[in-house]
């Protein structure tokens, strides 16, 4: 799978191209080390009566993938939408907002 990221202040934008992957068949999480992971499996062609595979051609074969997407640490693990659309998987992640701390002067 083909991937982009984005980010903006605010949000990183992840883009993963997953043609002919059906949407039950994708999976997104956090692993215990905050890196985002898709996985996926592309299911083999079922061959009608009659047909075979052409020799030498047949390279879209079923498989399985996991891409591992290591964001910055200000990625919020609770702030996450992901959408499916035409083969196109796309991950909104929120980036958390670092804290003005006001250190005291003794």
């Given at each position: 799978c083909r991937?982009?990221?984005?980010?903006?202040?605010?949000h990183y934008?992840?883009?993963a191209?997953?043609?002919?992957?059906?949407?039950?068949?994708?999976t997104v999480?956090?692993?215990?080390e905050?890196n985002?992971?898709?996985?996926?499996s592309?299911?083999?062609?079922?061959l009608a009566e009659g047909?075979?595979?052409w020799?030498?051609a047949?390279?879209r074969?079923?498989d399985?993938?996991e891409?591992?997407?290591r964001?910055?640490?200000?990625?919020n693990?609770?702030?996450?939408e992901?959408?499916?659309?035409?083969?196109?998987?796309?991950?909104r992640?929120?980036?958390?907002?670092p804290q003005?701390?006001s250190?005291?002067?003794?």
């Amino acid at each position: 799978c083909r991937v982009d990221v984005l980010e903006s202040p605010t949000h990183y934008t992840v883009l993963a191209d997953l043609p002919g992957v059906p949407k039950e068949r994708v999976t997104v999480h956090f692993d215990e080390e905050g890196n985002l992971v898709i996985m996926g499996s592309r299911p083999e062609r079922q061959l009608a009566e009659g047909e075979r595979w052409w020799e030498g051609a047949h390279e879209r074969t079923a498989d399985q993938f996991e891409r591992k997407i290591r964001l910055g640490k200000d990625a919020n693990q609770e702030q996450v939408e992901a959408k499916y659309e035409n083969g196109t998987l796309e991950v909104r992640i929120g980036r958390s907002v670092p804290q003005k701390k006001s250190i005291p002067i003794l």
